[in-house]
């Protein structure tokens, strides 16, 4: 089987996933451009039905999926957005799903995995302990097993965002999106690069999590100590097998973000666009708003937004801290 989607993987998720999920809006965002410089748009996965793209991924896998493959139930590791969206389709399909969860979780990130069904393991460990976990259970009980950013089929669903924007805005001149894993940026990415090759991809990752940046320099896959980002949802260690390549063949450049700077994009897309996105939703704006990105003003960016879903009073106690901090 190959380890990364092709165009016509994508085209063929858009097809299966456009009645069931949000073809998410474009929206122009005016008044953060005075500020960054460039015209700016939002591409608002906050808006998609379980509050972030995971469920692209997620459902495109399980529905492409024979029935009995998955008939004992699936199972999975997630920061939280991947264990929604799995279990939003694994509740579609009527199947039973388990998701071992890093006890770092936010906790309406677990509240609503548990709404849709799930059950879930709480776990201490980083990335690699968890799926080794993931992997005995799913063995023990003859599980399905969905890697959130290894699976082809789940990059092909989240490269349906990519489609999306090329066709709601056409002269596009460059995507920001967040990496954490790196199933998203390399679905986006195929998705652009394949249909649109001038489109400038950037890859946006917490300073505090530089593995894909200093892989790129090392050139090759490099692990780093998992140390604490406000990005909770792009909290990994080490670059994914499968996403790496693709990565390095179609991203045109990586930034890292500093939480500050993550943290006042949230408060910008907050007070500017009335959008409310969680840190790793967020970075591509604070990359914007630091400086870290070149843009000119007739330049046409696209923000990808991947989720919103944070408690609304932890979100109100980071701005309340920046804000006295800035004072």
Same mark, same amino acid.
């Given at each position: 089987?190959?380890n ?6 994508i085209r ?36 998609q039905i379980?509050g972030?793209f ?13 029935? /009995?493959?998955?008939?004992?139930? #699936? &199972?999975?590791?997630?920061? =939280?957005?991947?264990?929604? *969206?799995l279990?939003? @389709? ?8 388990i ?10 990130k677990?509240?609503n ?5 799930a059950?879930v ?21 003859k599980?399905?097993?969905i ?12 490269g349906?965002?990519g ?5 709601d805005l /056409?002269d596009?001149?460059?995507? #920001? &999106?967040?990496?954490?894993? =790196?199933?998203l940026?390399? *679905?986006?990415?195929? @998705? ?9 991809v950037?890859?946006?990752?917490p300073?505090?999590?530089?593995k894909?940046?200093h892989s790129?320099?090392?050139k ?12 909770d ?9 499968n996403?790496?390549?693709i ?36 970075i =591509?704006?604070g990359?914007l708003?630091a400086?870290?990105?070149?843009v000119k ?19 109100a106690?980071?701005?309340k801290?920046a ?5």
């Open positions: 089987m190959r990364y989607p092709t165009i016509q993987d063929e998720a858009q097809k299966r996933l456009a009645p069931l999920i949000r073809h998410t809006p474009l929206l122009r965002a005016e008044k953060i451009e005075e500020v960054v410089g460039c015209q700016l748009y939002l591409k608002p996965e906050t808006l379980t972030a995971k469920i692209r991924g997620a459902l495109n896998k399980v529905l492409s999926l024979p029935r /009995e493959e998955i008939a004992n139930g #699936i &199972i999975a590791s997630s920061s =939280g957005n991947h264990a929604q *969206g279990s939003y @389709a694994a509740r579609m399909l009527g199947v039973k799903v998701l071992v969860l890093p006890v770092t979780t936010p906790k309406i677990i509240a995995t548990k709404a849709l069904g059950e393991v709480l776990f201490d460990g980083d990335t690699a302990a968890r799926w080794k976990r993931v992997y005995e259970i799913a063995e023990e009980n599980y399905a097993t890697h959130g950013f290894e699976d082809p089929m789940v990059m092909a669903g989240q349906t965002i489609c999306e924007i090329l066709e /056409e596009v001149d460059t995507v #920001i &999106i967040p990496v954490g894993g =790196g199933g940026i390399s *679905g986006i990415a195929t @998705a652009i690069k394949e249909t649109k090759p001038s489109v400038r950037i890859g946006a990752e300073a505090l999590t530089p894909y940046f790129r320099i090392n090759e896959r490099t692990s780093f100590p998992l140390k604490d980002t406000i990005a949802g792009l909290r990994i260690s080490v670059p994914g097998n996403p790496y390549p990565i390095e063949k179609y991203v045109d450049e990586i930034i890292l973000v500093d939480d500050e700077h993550i943290i006042a994009g949230m408060r910008t897309l907050a007070n500017d666009a009335k959008l409310i996105a969680e840190p790793a939703a967020s =591509g704006i990359a708003l400086g870290s990105i070149e003003p007739d330049e046409k960016v696209c923000a990808v937004l991947t989720g919103g879903n944070w408690d609304l009073c932890d979100l106690e980071i701005y801290v804000e006295s901090n800035e004072r």
